[in-house]
């Protein structure tokens, strides 16, 4: 009789735990408008809880399947990583430092940079040549940015100026960081080579460069041929709405 009844606890023990509910599993798909889904994905995997983590590039999205709260956490994580890129706004300025006596003719917002620039070179006067600006969204993946190019007013000189990707990183100021940065000049010589063809000198600045926002940098100078003047290289990041 004894033996009988133990059998039966055991039964009935085992029938409460198939009687039990299964876990809940739901199934969400999160829509990723601005990152890359791949990255995201392989972000939100940290979240453990047993879920199952799918993405989709081609379609901007995101599956995951598992509790319903870790599916709302994951859900709340993809949010957050997904934030729309910054717009940023560069202003680049040519400016030539003189040796001769004059008086500095550059624009009000300039006047901290005429500081800048007689504290750092022996040159008398600047005045400022060209300015241009560059409006981008952050990036990090493309081949280049925007570029422009033109020719240095008052010489036979030329420039191009481009960059790879920009990209913001938070503090105050946010920083600006611009990734293959490349400024050149091309000044013709006056002379031809052997075939005929007009030869050029050519100088350039290529480097990678952070920039607070609202910031003006000097990023470097050259000397124009033919003249004891130089060019000077000066740029503004502004991240704008």
Do not use: C
Not at 76 to 82: F, G, I, Q, S
Not at 202 to 209: A, R, V
Request: proline content about 4%.
């Amino acid at each position: 009789m004894q033996m009988k009844r133990l059998i039966w606890t055991l039964i009935a023990a085992a029938g409460l735990v198939f009687g039990q509910d299964q876990p809940k599993v739901v199934t969400k798909i999160v829509d990723v408008k601005y990152a890359d889904p791949e990255r995201v994905m392989r972000l939100v995997s940290v979240a453990g809880g047993g879920i199952n983590i799918r993405s989709d590039s081609s379609l901007h999205a995101i599956v995951v399947s598992g509790n319903p709260e870790t599916v709302a956490a994951v859900e709340a994580m993809v949010r957050k990583l997904d934030v729309a890129p910054a717009n940023i706004e560069l202003t680049v300025y040519l400016i030539s430092g003189n040796v001769r006596d004059a008086t500095d003719d550059l624009p009000k917002d300039l006047a901290s940079t005429a500081k800048q620039l007689h504290g750092v070179f022996a040159y008398k006067s600047y005045r400022i040549l060209q300015s241009f600006v560059l409006r981008d969204r952050e990036s990090t993946n493309q081949a280049y940015g925007p570029s422009t190019s033109g020719t240095i007013p008052g010489s036979s000189s030329t420039y191009d100026f481009q960059y790879r990707t920009l990209t913001v990183s938070g503090g105050t100021p946010r920083m600006v960081h611009i990734e293959g940065l490349k400024f050149s000049v091309q000044t013709s010589t006056g002379t031809r080579d052997k075939d005929g063809r007009p030869e050029h000198e050519n100088s350039s600045i290529n480097t990678d460069l952070d920039i607070g926002d609202g910031q003006k940098v000097v990023v470097g100078k050259s000397n124009l041929r033919g003249s004891d003047d130089a060019l000077i290289l000066v740029i503004t990041a502004q991240v704008v709405q």
